[in-house]
T-cell receptor
Framework: GDSVTQMEGPVTLSEEACLTI???????????LFWYVQYPGEGLQLLLK?????DKGSNKGFEATYRKETTSFHLEKGSVQVSDSAVYFC????????????FGKGTMLLVSP | DVKVTQSSRYLVKRTGEKVFLECVQD?????MFWYRQDPGLGLRLIYF???????EKGDIPEGYSVSREKKERFSLILESASTNQTSMYLC???????????FGAGSRLTVL
C-alpha cells in the first residue's frame, strides 16, 4: 500500500541555519504530495503541495520539489526562524479518490535563538 | 476562512465509558475525516465520510464508530473506551474533488 517515510527528529537548529527534512514515498499511480505543519497546541495546516512530477511547492520561505525518479519530496528552507519550531508532516493522496491522505510520522523542528 | 471546530479540547474518561467526539465544519465540505495522532506513529485514519449518512473505514476503525446525520457534523464514538484509546484525535474536512484537508485543533482524550 501507499506509505510515506520521513526523517526522524527532533531536528535542532540555530536561527538562520539551513533546513532539509527528507521525505520519500511509495505509491501506485501519480499521487499529489503535501507538507503539513503543526504548531504547538494547534491542528495541522497545509504548508505547501505539488500535484505532478517536477512541480515545486513553496510557501513562507519553505519549498519542496516533487521528484518522481527518486520518489522524494524533501522540505527545504534557507534560513529558519524560532517561529518555525513545529512538527512537519509529509503526506500523499491515496488512490482511492476520496481525498484521504497518508501521512508520515512527523519530524519535530526546534529552532533556538 | 474555513473553520473546523472540535467541541472538546481535553477530555478525561474512565475505562468502559461511552465517549462522543464532535466535529463541525462551516464551509459545506462533502468529505470529513477522523484521524488519531500518537507520538512516533504520526496520523492514522480511523474513519471518513464522503456524504451524509455515508462512512468508510480507514486504517484503524476497530473500537470506533462514526455518525454523519448532517453535512456539517461528523461524530466519532468510542462505544466502550479503553486505555489504549488515549490519544489526540483530529477531525478534518475537504471538498469532494479537492485533496487539501482543513483540520480542527484536536481533542486530547485520556482514558483512565
Amino acid at each position: 500500500g501507499d506509505s510515506v517515510t520521513q526523517m526522524e527528529g527532533p531536528v535542532t537548529l540555530s536561527e538562520e541555519a539551513c533546513l532539509t527534512i527528507n521525505c520519500t514515498y511509495t505509491a501506485t499511480g501519480y499521487p499529489s504530495l503535501f507538507w503539513y505543519v503543526q504548531y504547538p497546541g494547534e491542528g495541522l495546516q497545509l504548508l505547501l503541495k505539488a500535484t505532478k512530477a517536477d512541480d515545486k511547492g513553496s510557501n513562507k520561505g519553505f519549498e519542496a520539489t516533487y521528484r518522481k525518479e527518486t520518489t522524494s519530496f524533501h522540505l527545504e528552507k534557507g534560513s529558519v526562524q524560532v517561529s518555525d519550531s513545529a512538527v512537519y508532516f509529509c503526506a500523499l493522496t491515496r488512490s482511492s479518490g476520496y481525498s484521504t491522505l497518508t501521512f508520515g510520522k512527523g519530524t519535530m523542528l526546534l529552532v533556538s535563538p | 476562512d474555513v473553520k473546523v471546530t472540535q467541541s472538546s479540547r481535553y477530555l478525561v474518561k474512565r475505562t468502559g465509558e461511552k465517549v462522543f467526539l464532535e466535529c463541525v465544519q462551516d464551509m459545506d465540505h462533502e468529505n470529513m475525516f477522523w484521524y488519531r495522532q500518537d507520538p512516533g506513529l504520526g496520523l492514522r485514519l480511523i474513519y471518513f465520510s464522503y456524504d451524509v449518512k455515508m462512512k468508510e473505514k480507514g486504517d484503524i476503525p476497530e473500537g470506533y464508530s462514526v455518525s454523519r446525520e448532517k453535512k456539517e457534523r461528523f461524530s466519532l464514538i468510542l462505544e466502550s473506551a479503553s486505555t489504549n484509546q488515549t490519544s489526540m484525535y483530529l477531525c478534518a474536512s475537504a471538498f469532494r474533488e479537492a485533496n487539501v484537508l482543513t483540520f480542527g485543533a484536536g481533542s486530547r482524550l485520556t482514558v483512565l
